[in-house]
Every structure is written in structure tokens, then in C-alpha cells.
């Protein structure tokens, strides 16, 4: 662990200056104490802008905390020169001796030394006397929300860990005598428990806007109450979900211990549900956010598309749905950098479509099943038969009453969403591609339908196609980068732009959503259906308000023939409760709504413990190595190149590094490993 003059070497030597343009630049000089350094009104906000550089690469998909999107079941990544660590924890390749870095995953020393610098600063904020009182009381609000949003980033990845605190578990001041034989982990119970006074603090702390204490426009980014309140919310969902609520009943860390002899994950608790419910609704009833919308979805497709899609692209001072969220980083890690980067990696390669397309960002036919279609409202696929022990993709269960049909064609074809019918002209497309809700076409472009710009890289328009012919857009080919699905994941890419040069990447602007109000509508969906008193009828009210948003008709006129709130009912071969099909069409709302957020996808299969079941499959994708388009649509598992994805009872959590157990000699380390 680190300690305080830890903290003054950083300030003093590590911190440089980058430019004046974002409240998340840092220009501090030389300081001899830290008196010194939190009695100047410029340092202190210098050092507060400092807390916020440790905020999780959720947004990297390749790398990072996001890489954790590329380990679950909501993608591929194009195997090439560049692959990643978490592609090779996707399929077992790692141990805690091979995690040694962030980029391996291990991030205990990069948010233990955030925590500490966020407690030295409110250790130490007591000596600004050059702000105002309400600016003081926001940043002491800012930096325990980010210690708290460490502490998460470290809860979700590892499990319970240590909470660096003094004997009374008070937060401040900090125990800066501790040893490393001296480190244990605290109990879920104990991480929660923290977390939740510390948000609850920052809550009270921080204002609805920060522009009711400081000038917006040089401050964006800073957190907010709403912020505080949403991480508040995500805890307390994980803490009541079966990882760190019972386990499902499977005893999977019945007897855990630390060393203490203290059970490390707790049994059981109904009433945590409740906790969410409350917070959540705390959240919704500031009435401050609102679902990003443009005209009438229920009518438009076009318009259900664009809605969907301003979560993203609509800037963030007009935005109603974005809680908190930050600009991409690039490479040089600056939050003024671009997006871009992002939209290159999944962009399609071959050279006719888009300047530095890598394909190596690919959604996974999982994915692409999720999405409910648009007419009947209905989800698809119910699931998957099973081929030696694990889902066969080539398999779907179908809901016939769904109106998808997994074979087929559509002859005449018009593609309706980001292009115009007038160089947009009807095609064969297969029938799994047709009648998919406005989210489907937002994210994802099949093989076959056009590139949603009508001069790509000054040319003609194209047709993105992708199977083993040199006429493709994006050709097969054995050994160098290529689309290695079928799809290409189009999320990020507003219709119309010219990917021809690097600056149009370079010059591609969004902010990423870390906290939206749609995740808070479904987790609150998720407790009411869960809690001690279930109310499917306002869980249902909720997940409608989502799916409305995409043009989506209600769960009940969805489903007529299933009874949510009581005995439930059979769609196909498939039975369950009211409680089971609504806790189904939660996850399935989320995966669709979410992918490709971050870690979002992730992290729910980690925190209901599903996982097991889901990743463990072979490397299912359309038969790219077909010489035609109409035998590119077979699903096959043999295409693939790289290994298949794993998954063990140990890799719920990941394992403390072994550099750190050299140093914490009496530390508890995750079970199987």
C-alpha cells in the first residue's frame, strides 16, 4: 500500500501539463507540503482534476476494463496481430502469475493508489480557504464518489476486497501505518456497507448541476448527485444479485474465509432487492433525466433508430438521458481525445468501405439473436438446443410466434434505416436480417446490406458483403485481419461520414455513457420483480418505457399469453413462471439496450451468476469461408480462427496478482486459484 508521501511525489513529479482546454488537465508544480499544495485554490482543483484520470477504459473494448466485453458472450474479436489479454483470458490463457498489469486485467494497484490520493485529498481539503463553501463541500462530495466508484471498479472484478479505513471504520483519516502481512479482505457485506456511506455522503454533498457551484462549460464531466445515485443504484444491484447474495443456493463460497475466520460472501438476504427498488426510484424521482428521444417512434422506425442512436451522438449539454459519462481517451490517454480509434477497430476491413477498417470489434451471433423483432415486439430465440454440452448457435429455439424465421430468403429487400432508397436499391436479404427492431440496424450491419453512406471513400455506394471472393467489400482471408462473423458492429457510425482519411476518425466527438437513465429503469425493473413484495406490473411498466424508445409495443401485448405476475406460462417447448419470464426478458432487454456499453454485459453474467452457462460455447459465425453470398449464411464453427471460449467456477472472480500475495502475505486469494 501506498502511503502519504507517495502521494506528494505524484503531485510533485508525476502530474504534467497537457493543454487548458478540459477541466480533466492537470498543471501542477512542485509543492513542499500538502498544506501548502490544498491552501491554493488552482492546485486544489488541479489535484481534484488528478482523481478523475483513474476513471475506468470502460469505452476501450480492447483493452482495459472494457476489454471484459471481448471475454463475455456478446462478441468476437477478429483474431490478428493485434490480440488482446482479455481474448486470451476468453479461453483460459491466464493464471495469477500472467496478470501482472491493467491491461492483463490486474487492477489492484491502479485503484488503490486512486484511493489513497482520494482520501489524501479529503484528508487534506480542510485547508482551502479560497473557495467557496459550496464548491468545498462539492469536491469533498467528488472525491468520495470516485474513491466509492474504485472501490466498485475493484468489488465487481475481484469480489470483496480490502477497505482502507481505521479501526473505528471510519474513511478519514486513513491508516497510513499499515503492512502488507498486516492485509486482509473485508466481507461483501463490510465492501457494501462502505461504498453505500460513502455515496450516501456524496449524495448529500453534491448539487443536481454543476453549474449551481461552478461555471459548466470549463467543468465538464465533473459528477453530480445523479452520478452519486446511479452508482448507489449499480452496487446495491449487485449486492443483491446471486454472486454476492446467496449464490443461487449453489454454496459456490459457502465457508469462504479471510483470515480472520469471517465469511467473506453472506447468505441469502430478499430484503436487499428492496434497496434497490428504493434507490433506483430515488434516481427516477428526482425527475431530472429522460429517455433520449426524436419524433414518434411507435410510428417511425427511422425515428425509433435516431432516438436509439442520440444516446450517443446528441451532444452532452442537450442530452436528457446521460447521468454521467466522459469523453474517449486516446492512446495518450487524454479525455479530449476521440472516439475513433473505437470506430476503426470494428469498422469493416478490405479498403473499399472505410480507411483503416481492422474488423477486429465483431458482435457474436448471440448478440444478434437478442433482438426482438419489431412487429410483434416478441424476442426470437428462446434459446439454444445443445451440441456436446454446449449451445449450438447453428440450434435456435425459435418462438414461432415472433414472426423471425432463421432460414430463407427476402427477395427485394428495401433496407430502411441511414440510407436513401435512391442509391439504398432492394437486395436479397436473409431472412433472420428482416423485421429486427430499430436497435438491431443501429448497432449492426448484416452481411449484404449497404454501407450506410452513399460515397464511401469517394466511390460508389457498396454493399457490405463478407464471405471468401475477392468481389466482397470485406474478402475472407486466412491469415491477415478480416470480418470474422458476418456483422459488423456500426453502433458508433453516424450515417453519411467519409472514413477516407485518419482525421476522420481523428475528428469523431462522443461521450460515453457510464450512468443512463435506461439502465436505471431496468434495474428498478429487475427489483420490483425480485424484491419481497414482487409488482410485475410495474416492472413490466418500466421495461415497456425502454423498449417504447424503439418502437417496441408493451411486454403484455407482447406476450398475452403469459401470466407475469403469477404462474407464468409455455412459449414453444419452453415453460416458466411469471418471475422467470420476466427475469428473462430483463436480461434480454439489457443485453440488447447495452451492448458493447463497457463492461455492462459482463458483469451482469458475472453478477447472476450465468456465465457458466453462457460462455462456454464453440466459435459460432456465418460460413465466411463460403465462395457465395447465399452460402455465407450457414452458421458454422469451424471458420473461426483462435481458440474457444472458456469458462470456469473460478473465473467469477479474477485472481489477486502474484506480485501482490508476494507483498500481502496473509491475503485471501479467490477461490480456485
Not at 478523475?52 to 471475454?71: F, H, K, Q, V
Not at 457510464?514 to 420483480?529: D, Q, W
Amino acid at each position: 500500500m501506498k502511503t502519504r508521501s507517495f502521494i506528494i511525489v505524484i503531485l510533485a513529479a508525476a502530474l504534467t501539463a497537457v493543454s487548458c482546454d478540459s477541466y480533466f488537465d492537470i498543471n501542477t508544480k512542485d509543492q513542499a507540503t500538502l498544506e501548502d499544495i490544498m491552501s491554493r485554490s488552482t492546485a486544489v482543483r488541479q489535484y481534484l482534476a488528478h482523481l478523475y484520470a483513474y476513471i475506468p477504459n470502460d469505452e476501450n473494448l480492447r483493452a482495459n476494463e472494457g476489454g471484459t466485453s471481448l471475454r463475455s458472450d456478446e462478441a468476437l474479436h477478429g483474431k490478428s496481430q493485434w490480440e488482446t489479454n482479455w481474448y486470451k483470458v476468453r479461453r483460459g490463457d491466464y493464471s495469477s502469475a500472467s496478470s501482472t498489469d491493467v491491461a492483463s486485467g490486474n487492477y489492484w494497484k491502479k485503484y488503490y493508489e486512486a484511493i489513497n490520493e482520494c482520501t489524501t485529498f479529503i484528508e487534506n481539503l480542510v485547508y482551502d480557504k479560497e473557495d467557496s463553501e459550496k464548491l468545498v463541500n462539492c469536491m469533498e462530495g467528488e472525491a468520495r464518489f470516485l474513491r466509492a466508484y474504485y472501490y466498485f471498479t475493484l468489488f465487481r472484478h475481484y469480489g470483496p476486497v480490502f477497505i482502507w479505513m481505521d479501526e473505528e471504520g471510519n474513511p478519514v483519516p486513513s491508516d497510513q501505518s499499515i503492512t502488507g502481512e498486516s492485509i486482509d479482505r473485508n466481507t461483501v457485506e463490510e465492501n457494501v456497507n462502505f461504498m453505500v456511506r460513502e455515496l450516501d455522503a456524496a449524495i448529500s454533498l453534491l448539487p443536481n448541476n454543476i453549474s449551481d457551484v461552478i461555471a459548466a462549460y470549463s467543468n465538464m464531466g465533473r459528477v453530480t448527485k445523479g452520478a452519486a445515485m446511479a452508482l448507489k443504484t449499480r452496487l446495491l444491484l449487485y449486492a443483491a444479485s446471486p454472486l454476492y447474495n446467496g449464490q443461487n443456493g449453489t454454496g459456490m463460497y459457502n465457508g469462504f474465509k479471510n483470515h480472520k475466520g469471517q465469511d467473506l460472501f453472506p447468505a441469502y438476504d430478499a430484503s436487499k432487492w428492496d434497496k434497490v427498488r428504493d434507490a433506483a426510484k430515488a434516481l427516477i424521482d428526482l425527475n431530472q433525466y429522460s429517455l433520449a428521444q426524436k419524433g414518434d417512434p411507435a410510428t417511425s422506425i427511422q425515428d425509433a433508430a435516431a432516438s436509439y442512436q442520440n444516446v450517443w451522438f446528441e451532444n452532452w449539454n442537450t442530452n436528457p438521458e446521460i447521468i454521467w459519462g466522459w469523453w474517449y481517451r486516446q492512446w495518450a490517454e487524454d479525455y479530449l481525445g476521440t472516439i475513433g480509434g473505437e470506430i476503426a477497430f470494428a469498422a469493416p476491413s478490405g479498403g473499399l468501405l472505410c480507411r483503416r477498417g481492422f474488423s477486429l470489434i465483431t458482435p457474436s451471433l448471440k448478440l444478434i439473436d437478442a433482438y426482438p423483432m419489431a412487429e410483434t415486439g416478441r424476442y426470437p430465440v428462446l434459446g439454444y438446443e445443445q451440441t456436446n454440452g454446449m449451445y449450438d448457435y447453428s440450434r435456435p429455439i425459435v418462438d414461432d410466434a415472433s414472426g423471425y424465421k432463421a432460414e430463407g430468403w427476402t427477395e427485394n429487400y428495401q433496407q430502411v434505416i441511414d440510407v436513401d432508397p435512391s442509391w439504398a436499391k432492394p437486395f436479397k436479404a436473409h431472412n433472420s436480417t428482416v423485421g429486427r427492431d430499430a436497435r438491431y440496424y443501429s448497432n449492426f450491419l448484416p452481411n449484404g446490406f449497404w454501407w450506410p453512406c452513399e460515397r464511401p471513400m469517394d466511390g460508389d455506394p457498396l454493399r457490405f458483403t463478407c464471405y471468401n471472393n475477392a468481389d466482397c467489400t470485406s474478402p475472407y482471408s486466412a491469415t491477415e485481419g478480416c470480418n470474422r462473423v458476418g456483422f459488423v458492429w456500426r453502433r458508433l457510425y453516424r450515417a453519411g461520414n467519409q472514413l477516407k482519411e485518419d482525421t476522420d476518425y481523428s475528428s469523431i466527438r462522443y461521450v460515453f455513457p457510464a450512468f443512463r437513465l435506461a439502465e436505471v429503469y431496468l434495474t428498478y425493473a429487475e427489483a420490483c420483480n425480485e424484491m419481497t413484495s414482487r409488482n410485475a406490473d410495474e416492472a413490466i411498466r418500466y421495461i415497456d418505457m425502454v423498449r417504447a424508445r424503439s418502437g417496441l409495443c408493451s411486454i403484455l401485448v407482447a406476450y398475452p399469453e403469459i401470466d407475469f405476475s403469477g404462474a407464468g406460462g409455455t412459449i414453444g417447448s419452453v415453460t416458466k413462471s411469471g418471475q422467470e419470464w420476466l427475469r428473462w426478458i430483463i436480461r434480454q432487454e439489457r443485453m440488447c439496450e447495452f451492448a458493447f456499453e463497457g463492461s455492462q454485459r459482463h458483469y451482469d453474467a458475472i453478477r447472476t451468476l450465468s456465465a457458466e452457462k453462457e460462455y462456454n460455447v464453440e466459435n459460432w459465425t456465418l460460413h465466411l469461408t463460403a465462395d457465395n453470398y447465399e452460402d455465407s449464411y450457414t452458421r458454422v464453427s469451424y471458420d473461426y480462427i483462435g481458440g474457444r471460449s472458456k469458462f470456469q467456477q473460478r473465473d467469477y472472480l479474477f485472481p489477486f496478482g502474484s506480485k501482490q500475495l508476494a507483498e500481502m502475505t496473509n491475503f485471501t486469494q479467490n477461490k480456485g486459484w
